[in-house]
Nanobody
């Protein structure tokens, strides 16, 4: 069971990025998937999550209206579309999968991918 996060990079304020979280060894459609981020010197925080069990999504207030989580079952991948990026979005982004309904707390998730760096700077 593995999760592979990718798609990070260096962008300017106002730009967009799409992160991908690819699952291998299990079917992501059977799991809730969450995106978390950790900025230097800060605790890891939940950004967005998606549950297929009740077709729900949840977003942190800081990203509502700018970030969108989506799934592609055929590719066994979950995406995080990030628009109107701000310098405060700079962090290492992680994806995670769990059997519980999604939430923006780490203990809901059993499987974690490695992080992908997102840097927003002019």
């Amino acid at each position: 069971v593995q999760l592979q996060a990718s798609g990070g990079g260096l962008v300017q304020p106002g730009d967009s990025l799409r992160l991908s979280c690819a699952g291998s060894g299990f079917t992501l459609d059977y799991y809730s998937v969450g995106w978390f981020r950790q900025a230097p010197g800060k605790e890891r925080e939940g950004v967005a999550c998606s549950s297929t069990k009740n077709s729900s999504t949840e977003y942190a207030d800081s990203v509502k209206g700018r970030f969108t989580i989506s799934r592609d079952g055929a590719k066994n991948t979950v995406f995080l579309q990030m628009n109107s990026l701000k310098p405060e979005d700079t962090a290492v982004y992680y994806c995670a999968a769990g059997v519980y309904l999604c939430g923006l707390v780490q203990h809901r998730y059993e499987y974690w991918g490695q992080g992908t760096q997102v840097t927003v700077s002019s």
